[in-house]
């Protein structure tokens, strides 16, 4: 008997029909984009844009763009899709996330109660499938955990590791996201900067265009016609001329916000391949940084209604952990302040 028939086989199954969801109150506010993965949950993202982009998706027969907050009563057109599965001995499923990654992830939880999970994401993990991956958390939670209604409160890049949310059900969801639109979640970041800092506590005031595209790939930058993007840099810890660990808070959360705001202030995060400094890059990358130093430290609000506060926190990883201490000898590198003058001593009394 060959081996063969017990190897899983990609398998492109029928398309789904054509669906018209009217909006309930419960789903009314969120963003078209959220509220179609929610529906196609084994659709890679990629592809979900891709229907966006191309007005296969209607609201009230009316193309819409990913940021279109959906309304109560508003009629949805749901194409059909053709969704990725397996077969094995003859029978047909949907591909689900490797039981590797479903540990990985679950092992991640560093918090949770009926209404919410903190994960501490792993770098090289993306939040959803997509731009060249499968799976994500995301979907790896809503495997492991099938009898739930798992949906994501915010978005970290997939190089990006430390404190993620996820909402256990959706009036969670809908009072997290009302509480971000309001200012009400504090985000701290701990990023390595270029150069030495010295500009102090800075704020970022400037607005982003997010829907910039270079060679297929998004590309965000600073523009006036943007929208509002603040992020506040603190500097921690100072390694000479090469580098400076920065706090970094952002009341607002754009996509890579905190990565073009660091290079609009002159000080690019290390490792960071798209908006980075290649030269210091490559320095770093001899002291053991291999992705784009940036970890999401710390998230805490207080809960709407109660007022109970929240707070979660990650720790640096290992392999960041172990850059710093590789470069901690470039602070006696640094230039030493020049010492104020010295005051003529005062001729004592007679």
């Known amino acids: 008997m060959s081996n063969e028939a017990a190897v899983p086989e990609r398998f492109h199954g029928p398309k789904s029909p054509v669906i018209l969801r009217t909006v309930t109150l419960d789903e009314a506010g969120q963003r078209i984009d959220n509220f179609l993965m929610r529906h196609f949950k084994t659709v890679p993202r990629s ?3 891709r229907l966006l982009r191309k007005g296969e998706v209607r609201v009230n027969r009316k193309r819409v763009d990913a940021e279109y907050r959906i309304q109560q009563g508003d009629e949805v057109r749901l194409p059909p899709v053709r969704i990725d599965a397996v077969e094995t001995h003859g029978r047909v499923t949907p591909r689900q996330p490797s039981s590797s990654l479903l540990e ?4 991640a939880v560093i918090f949770q109660d009926k209404h919410l999970l903190a994960i501490d994401k792993p770098a090289g993990v993306a939040v959803h499938g997509g731009s060249g991956m499968s799976f994500g ?3 790896a939670l809503r495997a492991s955990r099938p009898r739930e209604t798992l949906e994501l409160v915010h978005r970290l890049d997939r190089d990006t590791s430390g404190c993620l949310l996820v909402a256990r059900d959706r009036s969670t969801l809908t009072a997290l996201h009302a509480l971000i639109r309001n200012g009400g979640m504090h985000k701290t970041y701990l990023a390595l900067v270029a150069g030495s800092w010295q500009l102090g506590t800075k704020r970022v005031d400037a607005p982003l265009a997010t829907d910039n595209r270079q060679h297929g790939e998004r590309h ?14 603190k500097p921690v810890q100072f390694f000479g001329p090469l580098a400076t660990l920065m706090e970094v808070d952002i009341p607002t959360g754009r996509t890579h916000q905190i990565r073009v705001h660091a290079s609009f202030a002159g000080h690019p ?4 391949d798209k908006y980075g400094d290649r030269e ?18 710390s998230v805490a609000f207080e809960w709407p209604g109660s007022g109970v506060p929240f707070h ?17 000898p ?12 010295r005051r003529a001593a005062k001729p004592p009394r007679r």
């Open 47 to 49: 592809r979900v844009y």
């Open 269 to 272: 995060l290390l490792g960071d």
């Open 330 to 341: 470039m602070k006696r590198r640094a230039p030493p302040r020049q010492a104020a003058p």
């Open 137 to 139: 958390v995301i979907e």
């Open 280 to 297: 210091r890059n490559a320095e770093l990358k001899r002291h053991g940084l291999k992705r784009t130093f940036l970890h999401a430290q």
């Open 104 to 107: 990985l992830i679950e092992r």
């Open 312 to 328: 979660a926190s990650a720790p640096l990883p290992g392999e960041l952990t172990a850059v710093l201490d590789a470069i901690t």
């Open 220 to 233: 965000v930058r600073v523009a006036a016609a943007g929208k509002d993007s603040v992020s506040i840099f």
